[in-house]
């Protein structure tokens, strides 16, 4: 009897590993068809879905060697209050622009919020004036706005696409991409390598970057740290490897376990990877979504009202041109055993 019972426990398991690794076609939707926005990142503040973002438009710029195309100017939030698949959502504007942050030259990339003691604190990447990507911070009274920015940078803060996760007391700020993100520009010590190269394929993968944030949530209270990825092994993972860590690090806890999701670049997956710890090392467990449109991928995760949610971005509104997105927002599941079901992504066929 008991090798029956065990039998059929790995038969369940292998089950829902394939639903797992199947990518489910299910339905999600444009949440501003009227203008192009991305990089989504979500939370639930007062009772209502914020959704804070970068906004692209129809640049001149069209070098794509080092992202400049991705030529954005300003940030957005909209609201929702009730289901995000169907409850109507709300564009709060302009929240913060390049003219209102003296150190940024250009390419305000992506954003996170978090919230402390009723105060707001806006995270946000863009180019200083010697083309270095840094972190700014501007802070708001609401969750809508305005925000105001800090005169200077976090110090020690590098390279894009900021996220802040909250862990009891603590805030832990996560950021870093590849290639025009520059996070390959930084050793372990956090020392600018003046121009250095791409990873080669034999050698092992960059991670993101964490560290925890002071208690004013303006400065970091200790230097980053690479975030290491390892296969379930605990091997790191290599470049060459199609799932290993390219940009976007967002944070979720799920039954006491830390997902990290990311984006992979050139392979174009959102995977996740999982830890008991948010300095990781993080587990690989899986893809959550396949590739889209366009050629970033950039998400959050975020749980409303009892069910979970992913937000992204793809290109198919504007014709499948990278630096033309639109957010999008699809219902995601936990399986039992802790993995993630797969999302189709719904790349356009050429």
């Given amino acids: 009897m008991t090798s029956r019972i065990l039998t059929l426990s790995l038969a369940a398991l292998a089950a829902a590993a394939a639903v797992a690794a199947e990518p489910a076609v299910q339905e999600s939707r444009y949440l501003w068809p009227a203008d192009y926005m ?8 007062d009772g209502k879905v914020y959704i804070y973002t970068s906004h692209d438009w129809d640049s001149p710029v069209t070098d794509a060697s080092d992202g400049a195309h991705y030529d954005m100017k300003d940030y957005h939030v909209f609201s929702i209050q009730g289901d995000p698949m169907t409850a109507e959502v709300t564009d709060h504007g302009a929240i913060l622009s390049i003219e209102d942050v003296p150190w940024v030259a250009r390419q305000m990339w992506a954003t996170d919020v978090a919230e402390k003691d009723g105060k707001y604190y806006l995270y946000f990447s863009a180019k200083d004036m010697n083309g270095l990507f840094r972190i700014g911070v501007a802070t708001a009274d609401k969750p809508e706005g305005p925000f105001k920015a800090m005169p200077d940078p976090i110090r020690g803060s590098y390279s894009i696409d900021p996220s802040v996760f909250k862990d009891g007391e603590d805030y832990y700020l996560y950021f870093g991409g590849l290639n025009g993100g520059q996070n390959q520009r930084y050793d372990d010590n956090n020392i600018l390598r003046e121009m250095a190269p791409r990873p080669a394929k034999g050698d092992v993968a960059f991670g993101p970057r964490v560290g925890r944030l002071s208690a004013d949530m303006t400065q970091l209270a200790e230097p980053m740290r690479h975030v290491e990825i390892t296969d379930s092994l605990g091997n790191r993972m290599l470049e060459s490897d199609p799932r290993r860590y390219f940009e976007a690090p967002w944070i979720h806890k799920y039954n006491g376990k830390y997902y990290l999701t990311y984006s992979t670049g050139g392979s174009h997956l959102i995977c996740y990877a999982t830890s008991d710890s948010p300095y990781g090392p993080f587990v690989y467990g899986g893809t959550i ?8 991928t950039h998400q959050a995760v975020t749980e409303v009202d009892g069910k979970w949610y992913l937000f992204y971005h793809d290109s198919a509104p504007s014709g499948g041109r990278s630096s033309l997105r639109s957010i999008k927002v699809t219902p995601l599941t936990h399986l039992p055993d802790g993995n993630i079901v797969t999302i189709d992504g719904g790349k356009i066929k050429k």
Avoid: E, K, R
């Fill in 289 to 296: 979504l396949t590739p889209v449109t366009g050629w970033t």
């Fill in 38 to 45: 991305a990089d989504p990142a979500a939370h639930v503040f």
